[in-house]
């Protein structure tokens, strides 16, 4: 599909009372797994580290389990992981989105079918 074709574009936000997990944290929780640290998961998506951390403590008190287990600095520094729900979250999240996805554009292709020819 090229960039001037019609097409549709889903964002999943997963709610409680209030917003508990979406996009954002998504990337925040996969961007800690690679870097081992908030602060540099933060940093490359050019967010302040507050941010970030408000983010997952908010995040983490809506859904009612621990996202992130962290190690303070010392001589080889501090860092951050995913816990197991928060791996299992990430991964659901991303099944969700593969398979909505799907379903979306099969859809999507059905109903604008005269508008994409």
């Not at 508990?20 to 602060?39: A, D």
């Not at 941010?51 to 403590?57: F, H, L, M, S």
């Not at 809506?62 to 287990?69: C, E, F, P, W, Y």
Request: proline share 3%; hydrophobic share 40%; with cysteine.
């Amino acid at each position: 599909m090229g960039k001037n074709e019609l097409h549709p574009v889903i964002s999943v936000r997963l709610f409680k009372n209030e917003k508990c997990f979406g996009p954002g944290i998504n990337e925040l929780l996969k961007r800690v797994e690679e870097h081992k640290s908030l602060r540099s998961a933060a940093n490359s998506m050019q967010m302040a580290y507050s941010k970030a951390w408000r983010i997952v403590k908010d995040s983490e008190q809506a859904l009612g389990v621990k996202l992130l287990r962290s190690t303070t600095g010392g001589v080889g520094g501090g860092g951050a992981a995913l816990t197991p729900e928060a791996s299992k979250l990430v991964e659901a999240y991303q099944n969700y989105l593969v398979a909505l996805n799907s379903a979306a554009n099969t859809l999507f292709e059905e109903t604008f079918e005269e508008f994409l020819k």
